[in-house]
């Protein structure tokens, strides 16, 4: 025969263990849940958003009384476990019943500590705890309509806010000299009061209720100094008691809670203790972060699956409140053998303190700027040497390590283990696995598969951006993708899918294959389809000039007067005095300017296009090359001194951009694609805004993907650190074959990589060993044959004449 | 425009233009485009964009169209015209070929444009 559970308390610890303890070992229990309150369990955390209407009521029910049902558990919702009987092990109901137990959980929370208020029994006078409450409310909640909150902390300012926002004026009073004062300090606490009274919210600080009055409905709060506010409302707020009673009366052990060991276990081993109503270790919790862990304890100890402990955790708290941005967790007052730092920027309403102790984050409080939460939460928990980390510290995570990011890549910079949804302990690599494998698309799966955000919510933003980084496109788009242009129903991935399967080699194979609209295609996907089989199949495939864009056709970029531009290569910027001659002698006999072009090279403008194929060979002659400035192709490589020639340097940068150039000259991509090599983190290449860069640091190169600075500017993501300048090379080729295979055509590595998404990226090139060497040899087999000049073959051997030479009619009346 | 004022003149062999593509003639009454379709029919217009005066015959041609070069307007072969929405037009010219030459007929008076 099953054991019998039985748990007292429905709330969030105890409906949290219940489902703990069904997931590890659903056939262990016959299990009766018996809850005062008359529903199935819901998220009492949300009730300030159904109090200022934000959310209904509905919305914040976690498990429906079918739930139980379907887990074969027994509710008893509506009544109140009033004895036990520990001798017998039964747990008597306030409607007599008797439920025999063998193990028993109490789970019965706390409740609102009501003020000994002369008048306290008035009607209207009310505390926030459950829905009942906040229905009865809502009655009295109405446009025009006074209310008085008592008590100034993260509950009162909520229910404040809440009530509000239904058009109540009201008023919040607090015995101490500052808001909140267990999470803030003055300077936070007095930007809070300011914001809230920016929000129409009058708030009295250092001042003490001493009566209610009114006849049987409330209708004023006297203060001690004699002044009466008008109210039809009064909510207190001012603390929480633990239910502590039924264990007390049955004689286990309690203090403030119901004391219990590491494994949640009270005096008594048959009975364990979870939620608000426990005292572990001197402490007793007001928030649901520790009691889920609480419960995930307690689960495992009665499952009999393995030993856990439950640990006192680092309490972190958000103020719910809509835009107002609000995080303290740890110490936040410092003092003795405590640092602080802080940072105060008044006018744009941002706050930020850090405590320190023996170089450990002890505390941090943020005001008006919160992304880096869960960093400052990680450093906390792990208990990190911020040594290295302290001039930055203050600034986020984007400002210190990696080269140049800035805070709004925060979500791709988390390391997998850092903590995102705090209520709930879910880490970022949960999430990302959970999207992975399971499949997941919306915030409201990750929700159910992981419990990420079901709680306060108040980490949704970040599970959002979690999706979409690691779905990449495919979160926000539609689930069917949008035809590549209007001579076809197929998209850029299932022209590509098609390409590969039936080795189509030619555009007029792939549009018959395909069945397009129009003999021709476009100029949109003509090109696109050119890009697909020559990437699709190097070496095989035809090259169809007749399919390319202008630029790419004549190799050279037609300009506002019809001439065009010359851009040789210029290996990683470096040149010399031959080369600068044959430039030079060029312009001289063209009577052109040289310019100096943003990517380290030399442009000879204004070259008409009969022209070009004469500069080219001239160019040729001296063994200079196409910079392929016209192509979606890589382009140079732009470096800068580096070791040997700059004091700062730490590796050879310029030696390995002229090799890589070198070595990935002739690459047609999706896109232009950008290379920078920079040989210290000052960067003087911008490599972290090319789509592929390698900062120079003093144990070998970070590697740096997916950068932009055109129409868009994107800083690039790391993508690892190596050693050798050798591995610098297989990664970049690597990346290419990657973003050749995938990227659509003009899509830059930038957009590609977050339609496709980092981890994606990460996992083929950095993970995955075979999949990197794999992916680089493809590159390489590729660029065997790729590395043909076209201005070489054009201005040397003439190839290509119809295309730079002219019709001519000398004598109209032929 | 009637056919009897026009001076038919040969501008070259149809394999002198790629296919599907186009090729700049040089005339003294000013540059011509010619183009090539895949299903070789042979154009011409005025080698200059309604647009901005871009050389219409480095463009990419595609059906009876023809992209030009500098910013993109598409343009009917045919009738010079710009494809809807955009709006312009660009002078044509009658063409024949005959044995495998490509004529094209000029006008000794200024030529027009179909939508003027
Ligand atoms: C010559 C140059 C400007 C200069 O005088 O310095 C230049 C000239 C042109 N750029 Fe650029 N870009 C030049 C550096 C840049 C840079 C700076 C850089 O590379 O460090 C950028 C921003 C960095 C980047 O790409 O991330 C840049 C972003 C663009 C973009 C926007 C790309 C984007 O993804 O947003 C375009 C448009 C496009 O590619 O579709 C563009 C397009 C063009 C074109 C090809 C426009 C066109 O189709 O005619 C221009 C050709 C003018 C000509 O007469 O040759 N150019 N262009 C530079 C040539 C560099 C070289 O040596 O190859
Ligand atoms: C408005 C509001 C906003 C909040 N916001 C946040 C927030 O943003 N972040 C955060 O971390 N925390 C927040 N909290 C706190 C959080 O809701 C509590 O920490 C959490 O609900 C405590 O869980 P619990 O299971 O211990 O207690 P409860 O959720 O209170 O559950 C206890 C349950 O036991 C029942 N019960 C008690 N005695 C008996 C008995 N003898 N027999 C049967 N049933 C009994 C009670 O009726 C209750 O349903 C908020 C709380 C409120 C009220
Ligand atoms: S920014 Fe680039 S595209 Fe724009 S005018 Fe300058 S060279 Fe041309
Ligand atoms: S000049 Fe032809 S589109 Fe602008």
């Known amino acids: 025969m099953k054991e019998k559970l039985v748990l007292v308390g429905n709330g969030m610890a105890g409906a ?116 009942a409450e906040v229905e009865a409310m809502l ?37 101490m000299d500052r808001l909140m004062e267990r999470q803030l300090d003055a300077p936070a606490a007095a930007l809070l009061k300011r914001s809230l009274e920016e ?38 707020a001012v603390g ?86 609000l995080y303290s967790a740890g110490n936040v007052t410092g003092g003795e053998g405590y640092e602080e730092l802080v940072l105060e920027d008044p006018k744009r309403g941002v706050y930020k303190k850090l405590v320190i102790r023996d170089n450990k984050l002890a505390g941090a409080l943020l005001y008006g700027e919160t992304e880096n939460e869960s960093w400052y939460y990680d450093l906390m928990r792990d208990g990190s040497d911020i040594t290295e980390l302290r001039s930055n510290l203050l600034f986020g995570r984007g400002h210190g390590g990696d080269a140049g990011h800035s805070g709004h890549m925060a979500v791709a910079a988390m390391s997998d283990d850092t903590e995102v949804c705090g209520c709930n302990g879910v880490t970022k690599g949960q999430i990302v696995q959970a999207i992975a494998e399971k499949g997941l698309f919306t915030v409201e799966e990750v929700r159910l598969h992981t419990k990420a955000s079901a709680s306060c919510g108040s980490c949704t933003g970040k599970v959002e951006q979690i999706l979409g980084f690691t779905l990449g496109g495919d979160y926000s788009a539609a689930p069917k993708e949008k035809p590549l242009c209007t001579c076809t129903d197929h998209s850029h991935a299932e022209v590509r899918r098609a390409i590969r399967e039936q080795h189509l080699t030619s555009l007029a194979e792939t549009m018959s294959f395909l069945e397009w609209k129009t003999p021709d295609g476009c100029p949109k996907c003509r090109p696109a389809l050119n890009f697909y089989l020559i990437a699709t199949w190097p070496g095989e495939a035809k090259d169809d000039p007749l399919a390319r864009a202008h630029n790419e056709r004549v190799h050279a970029n037609i300009q506002q007067d019809g001439t065009y531009s010359v851009v040789p290569r210029c290996w990683g910027g470096l040149t010399n005095a031959t080369e600068l001659k044959v430039v030079a002698g060029i312009a001289e006999r063209y009577g052109v300017p040289v310019k100096i072009t943003g990517g380290q090279r030399l442009a000879i403008p204004f070259i008409k296009k009969e022209d070009l194929p004469k500069v080219w060979g001239e ?14 192709a890589v382009r140079s490589v732009k470096s800068c001194v580096g070791k040997g020639l700059c004091r700062f340097g730490t590796q050879d940068s310029l030696g390995l951009g002229i090799r890589m150039e070198k070595t990935f000259w002739g690459a047609w991509t999706a896109h232009k694609f950008k290379m920078g090599v920079s040989g210290c983190p000052r960067n003087c290449a911008e490599s972290t805004i090319k789509d592929f860069g390698a900062v120079g640091v003093d144990s070998g190169w970070e590697i740096h993907v ?61 993970e995955c060993d075979n999949s990197r060497k794999d992916l680089a040899t493809r590159f390489f087999t590729a660029q065997a044959t790729a590395q043909v000049d076209p201005w070489v073959e054009r201005g040397t051997k003439g190839d290509q004449r119809m295309e730079y030479e002219m019709l001519e009619i000398a004598d109209m009346a032929a | 425009m009637s056919t009897t004022e026009l001076n038919w003149i040969e501008a070259g062999g149809l394999d002198d233009l790629p296919k599907p593509g186009g090729r700049k003639l040089r005339t003294p009454q000013g540059d011509i485009a010619l183009f090539r379709t895949s299903a070789d029919e042979v154009y011409a217009l005025a080698d200059k964009c309604p647009h901005r005066g871009g050389p219409l015959s480095q463009g990419m041609v595609y059906g009876q169209r023809v992209q030009c070069c500098m910013h993109g307007l598409n343009l009917d072969l045919a009738s010079g015209k710009a494809v809807a929405p955009d709006q312009g037009c660009a002078t044509s010219y009658p063409v024949k070929v005959e044995g495998g030459r490509v004529w094209i007929g000029l006008s000794l008076a200024a030529a027009g444009c179909a939508c003027a």
């Open chain 1, 16 to 131: 949290r263990l219940l489902e703990e303890v069904l997931a590890l070992a659903p056939d262990r229990y016959a299990v009766t849940v018996i809850g005062e309150e008359p529903h199935g369990n819901y998220n009492r955390i949300l009730l300030s958003q159904v109090l200022s209407g934000e959310k209904r009521f509905d919305e914040t029910l976690l498990n429906d009384e079918s739930w139980y049902a379907q887990h074969g558990a027994t509710l008893l919702a509506g009544r109140k476990a009033v004895a036990l009987n520990r001798g017998r092990r039964q747990v008597i109901a306030s409607d007599g019943s008797i439920i025999d137990y063998d193990r028993l959980v109490l789970a019965t929370g706390a409740r609102s500590i009501e003020l000994p208020l002369p008048g306290s029994h008035l009607r209207n006078v009310l505390t926030f705890r459950n829905i």
């Open chain 1, 139 to 175: 009655q009295v909640a109405r446009p025009g309509r006074k209310a008085v909150v008592i008590g100034g902390g993260l509950l009162g300012l909520e229910a404040a806010w809440g009530l509000s926002h239904r058009g109540m004026s009201v008023t919040v009073i607090h015995l």
């Open chain 1, 199 to 236: 929000r129409g919210l009058s708030v009295l600080v250092d001042t003490e209720s001493q009566a209610l009055v009114g006849q049987t409905k409330v209708e004023g709060v006297r203060l001690r100094d004699g002044r009466v506010l008008p109210a039809d409302l009064v909510v207190m």
């Open chain 1, 240 to 325: 929480i008691r633990p239910n502590i009673e039924l264990a007390q009366q049955s004689g286990i052990q309690c203090e403030r809670g119901i004391l219990v060991n590491d494994s949640m276990q009270t005096f008594d081993p048959r009975i364990y203790a979870v939620g608000e109503c426990v005292q572990h270790d001197g402490h007793v919790y007001g928030l649901v972060a520790p009691l889920f862990k609480q419960a995930k304890v307690c689960a495992n100890h009665l499952a009999g699956a393995g030993f856990a402990r439950y640990q006192d955790s680092v309490l972190a708290t958000k103020l719910k409140i809509t835009g107002i941005d």
């Open chain 1, 619 to 632: 160019l040729a002659e001296h063994g200079m090359t196409s910079g392929f400035a016209y192509g979606k």
């Open chain 1, 706 to 766: 997916g950068g932009t600075c055109g129409v868009r500017v994107r800083p690039t993501d790391l993508l690892t650190k190596v050693k050798t300048d050798d591995e610098v090379i297989e990664y970049a080729a690597a990346f290419l074959q990657l973003y050749r295979d995938e990227g659509y055509y003009m899509e830059r590595s930038s957009a590609w990589i977050e339609r496709a998404g980092l981890p994606h990226v990460k996992h083929r090139i950095v």
